[in-house]
């Protein structure tokens, strides 16, 4: 191989001409790098360019500019069909005129594999994906979840050098789905083939990958292992889509090495630990997930403010409550439920305290 | 047949289409039911046929040999019947294929433009409807005309210096005749078209297919029932036309529907003339018959 990276996005920009004339960037100035043997997943909301990147990778759009190289080789003007990359369509793209057997075999036929081999080689796939005898049905004898398989099986066949995934679980039931999800996982790590796979559901994207990028509005904002992206998100917007956040916003007092004195007025000082330099009056959010807080348990070396619990709510595993400091701050904490037998810790109108050791909260400028 | 029309559904659906079945029935049925009586008796002296009637089998062995009657003389051709069917087939499947090859891609064409864009070229594709079919052929006879337009810049350009002889011959022919039923191949074939789902195109890409490889795998045996739709529909009336040999061929090219049309008029022969009808409609019927079915039998297991 030419190259450690599978495939490699520098600087890449596409623009679309919008219906009232106006250019639109659906990706705008992308770079990254995905490893050779990743399960790799392009993370955002609808729109936010993780379809366009996935479908110039593929080679179904090109790039106004910027380079796609795969294994460092640069296919940025080359032909889809041309292309040693296979993907996975959303609404599976099954040949609707030809039977599953013909599906399969497609990729094989056009390069030409003997009808016998390529026989022999359906039936494995079709092991593989677990429909054995399926050959002679046509798609849409197939349930969704089959289709799925069989969408799968037509293209890893072909052993591509990448497997490109457009939310291919999204059409299918949840239960169903959570299968998959862990059936891919295995498949990817059995064959051994890069996956690139695009989903808006951060769930699914956590437990699959081995790397995440999360994309808004054309841009990457982050990339990284799924813990990376969780425990230390890099901007506001990350912290809001993957998991749930409560931002503090407030002002920089004072710095001590890596103690950061951050005032959130009317609702008290916090200590938050850093590496990073802020200079004082600089306005930050104090970001920390809701199962980080505790429900008075005052800890020493941390933060304890007062507040009155505005809303307690039952899900089954934990409780939700929601607590407004002196100022316009309100925060959600999280308690597991884990006595037998429920038990609120406040009910709504009481005074409690809200507390966070210094290292679990991230400050956010941006 | 009792038992069927005791379900009250079935009531109610014969009351739907009872109206139409009485349509086809006296309007259709019943006047296929009078020439085949025609072609089975001999003809009056002065058109229509003997009365009281006396029956024959002559006409249809007329047309399968054309020396079998007491006009032929010496140098009579037996096959001559046969072979203007031949020709009115042969001209019949070049305007088919003609028509198929131009309205496919203009179909893609339109199907590919913004919905609004779309309808309006539709309704360019209809507009000839709302002229009158005689009207329009004659035009395009002016348009072909030795001084005629075509001619007229063709020697404006200086392109040539003598007119060419584009009218009373076969191609002139062949041109109006595609010129009128070009839209009646592009209306079944856009509906395929339209409902063609372009994923399908990519996924071939994406799975190793050259543009030309994926049309001839993919979007052509998905769109096959609109072809052979538009097939039918120009196929069938252009074998038996007569009305653009009659204009376009000024009498020099002779097709079934042209002689068809003779026996009712100058020639006096109804019977032969009602034979030679049945005997189209039977051929031609079981033709695209074997076609329809052997051509989507494929594409109808898959829909």
Same mark, same amino acid.
């Given at each position: 191989m030419a190259s450690e990276f599978a495939v490699e996005m520098q600087d890449v920009v596409k623009q679309f001409i919008t219906p009232e004339g106006g250019i639109l960037a659906a990706v705008n100035h992308v770079t990254m790098q995905i490893k050779d043997g990743e399960f790799f997943s392009l993370l955002g909301p609808s729109g936010c360019g993780k379809t366009t990147s996935l479908r110039m990778i593929a080679g179904f759009e090109l790039p106004t500019s910027g380079k796609i190289l795969i294994h460092g080789k640069d296919v940025s003007q080359v032909s889809a069909f041309q292309r040693p990359v296979n993907t996975v369509f959303q609404q599976y793209a099954l040949f609707p005129h030809m039977t599953v057997e013909q599906n399969i075999g497609f990729g094989l036929e056009m390069k030409g594999v003997p009808r016998a081999e390529r026989s022999k080689r359906v039936s494995e796939a079709l092991e593989m994906v677990r429909l054995p005898g399926m050959e002679m049905r046509r798609p849409k004898q197939l349930s969704g979840g089959q289709q799925q398989r069989i969408a799968l099986a037509r293209a890893l066949i072909n052993k591509p050098e990448v497997l490109l995934l457009d939310e291919p679980l999204g059409a299918l039931d949840l239960k169903l789905r959570k299968e998959m999800q862990l059936e891919l996982k295995t498949l990817q790590r059995e064959v051994g083939i890069t996956f690139i796979y695009v989903t808006h559901d951060q769930e699914e994207a956590l437990t699959m990958s081995d790397r995440i990028a999360v994309m808004s509005k054309g841009v990457a904002l982050q990339i990284g292992l799924p813990e990376e992206i969780y425990e230390r998100p890099a901007t506001k917007f990350v912290a809001d889509f993957i998991g749930e956040t409560n931002f503090l916003d407030g002002v920089v007092r004072a710095q001590n090495g890596t103690i950061v004195e951050i005032d959130l007025p009317s609702s008290g000082m916090v200590q938050v630990e850093s590496s990073r330099k802020f200079t004082n009056g600089q306005q930050v959010s104090v970001a920390v997930r809701p199962e980080k807080l505790t429900l008075n348990k005052t800890v020493t070396d941390g933060n304890n403010l007062k507040g009155r619990v505005e809303e307690v709510i039952y899900i089954g595993t934990d409780t939700h409550y929601g607590v407004r400091f002196g100022g316009s701050h309100k925060v959600r904490v999280r308690e597991q439920n884990v006595t037998q037998g429920h038990k609120e810790l406040a009910k709504t109108g009481d005074e409690v305290t809200v507390s966070f050791t210094r290292t679990s909260p991230r400050i956010l400028t941006e | 047949m009792l038992k069927y029309f005791r379900g009250k559904k079935n009531l109610q659906l014969f009351g739907l289409i009872g109206p139409g079945a009485l349509w086809m029935l006296i309007l259709f049925n019943l006047p296929i039911l009078i020439v085949l009586f025609i072609s089975l008796v001999e003809r009056g002296r002065?058109?229509?046929?003997?009365?009281?009637?006396?029956?024959?089998? $002559?006409?249809?062995?007329?047309?399968?040999?054309?020396?079998?009657?007491?006009?032929?003389?010496?140098g009579c051709d037996p096959l001559l019947y046969i072979g203007i069917f031949g020709n009115s087939v042969r001209i019949g499947l070049i305007v088919t294929l003609w028509c198929i090859l131009l309205g496919y891609p203009l179909s893609y064409f339109i199907a590919k433009q913004k919905p609004l864009w779309r309808d309006a070229l539709m309704i360019l594709v209809i507009i000839p409807f709302w002229t009158n079919f005689l009207v329009r052929t004659y035009a395009l006879k002016q348009v072909l005309a030795t001084e005629g337009l075509f001619n007229s810049f063709l020697?404006?350009?200086?392109?040539?210096?003598?007119?060419?002889?584009?009218?009373?011959? $076969?191609?002139?022919?062949?041109?109006?005749?595609?010129?009128?039923?070009?839209?009646?191949?592009?209306?079944?074939?856009?509906?395929?078209? $339209?409902?063609?789902?372009?994923?399908?195109? $990519?996924?071939?890409?994406?799975?190793?297919?050259?543009?030309?490889?994926?049309?001839?795998?993919?979007?052509?045996?998905?769109?096959?029932?609109?072809?052979?739709a538009a097939l039918v529909l120009v196929f069938v009336p252009v074998v038996g036309a007569f009305i653009t040999p009659d204009i376009m061929g000024g009498g020099k090219v002779e097709m079934i529907g042209t002689l068809i049309n003779r026996q009712f008029g100058v020639a006096r022969n109804w019977p032969f003339g009602s034979a030679m009808s049945l005997i189209l409609m039977v051929l031609v019927l079981v033709g695209v018959i074997y076609y329809f079915r052997s051509s989507t039998e494929e594409t109808r297991r898959a829909m």
């Open positions: - | 002065a058109g229509g046929v003997k009365l009281p009637p006396v029956y024959t089998l $002559e006409n249809y062995t007329q047309f399968f040999n054309a020396c079998a009657t007491e006009f032929s003389g010496p020697m404006s350009l200086g392109l040539i210096n003598q007119p060419l002889d584009l009218l009373f011959n $076969e191609f002139a022919v062949v041109v109006g005749l595609i010129y009128g039923y070009l839209p009646f191949a592009i209306l079944p074939m856009y509906a395929s078209i $339209e409902k063609f789902d372009h994923t399908l195109m $990519e996924a071939a890409a994406d799975l190793g297919a050259p543009p030309w490889r994926s049309f001839l795998r993919v979007m052509l045996p998905m769109t096959m029932p609109g072809v052979v």
